[in-house]
């Protein structure tokens, strides 16, 4: 059987630490499930899901799980802010496929300003770091993931459309398929945009009061919605 060369294979509870039911973020259907079944994961996955559905909490645990900054970075970041993480990473273990690549980067929309003077504050040894506060937040952004997402490892990115323009997601969709393509990279991404929905191979996981459930990039209500939208703006705009 040929080895996969991705780093994580599943996501379960911990043996060791068990979360309560009872407490948040278990109370939410979607982590209770992951806590009670378990996750595979693929090559790339991606989560999508209204507001509070819980994708970014399972996003950010997975991060933290993985040994990566909640605000932001690679293995090796120390940024922190205000700690806001759930308790989730805590009662997670990550099922790891032998030999790959412990390496991974961790970007979310709303920490970018911090962790873009974090950066400046702690230059690489190796080489000069980007100027991010002087470009727009989509070029940063971008200029982001061109600079650290290379090589084999976990991407893990949360809604990162709030940063960018229609090319800009698909310039992101580009970056993410060279990744994907050598076999050793593996991506995980919530998401509001159905754009970024359609990474090409992934595994699309509807986030909801039903749980986690694999879905049809066609069949998300968010891809139909917009798809109505478009098709009538006024039948919506007219109700507000």
């Known amino acids: ?37 378990g996750l595979d994961l693929g090559p790339a996955t991606v989560l999508v899901g209204e507001n ?14 993985y040994g990566l900054s909640p605000e932001g970075g690679s293995t090796g970041a120390r940024h922190s802010t205000r700690i806001t993480e759930s308790p989730l990473a805590d009662h997670l273990q990550l099922i790891r496929n032998p030999g790959t690549s412990r390496r991974g980067y961790f ?4 920490t970018m300003h911090g962790f873009y003077s974090y950066l400046e504050a702690n230059p690489s040894m190796s080489r000069m770091d980007v ?3 002087e470009m727009s937040h989509g070029e940063s952004f971008l200029s982001l993931i061109g600079d650290r997402f290379n090589g084999p490892g976990l991407w893990l990115l949360d809604e ?33 945009s159905p754009l970024l929905a359609r990474l090409p191979g992934a595994r699309i996981l509807d986030v909801g ?32």
């Open 209 to 240: 009061p039903w749980g986690l459930r694999s879905v049809k990039w066609e069949d998300l209500d968010l891809v139909r919605n917009w798809q109505a939208f478009l098709d009538s703006p006024d039948r919506y705009l007219r109700h507000l």
């Open 52 to 65: 509070g559905s819980g994708k970014s909490t399972i996003v950010e645990a997975l991060a933290l799980a």
């Open 131 to 133: 100027p991010f506060h």
């Open 107 to 110: 970007l979310r929309a709303e």
């Open 1 to 37: 059987m040929q080895l996969k060369r991705f780093p994580v294979r599943r996501v379960v509870e911990h043996p060791l630490h068990a979360a309560r039911r009872d407490a948040w973020p278990a109370t939410l259907q979607p982590v209770r499930q992951l806590l009670d079944e």
């Open 160 to 192: 990162p459309e709030s940063a960018l323009s229609f090319s800009g997601c698909l310039a992101l969709l580009a970056a993410l398929q060279e990744l994907l393509a050598s076999g050793t990279s593996q991506v995980v991404m919530s998401t509001h």
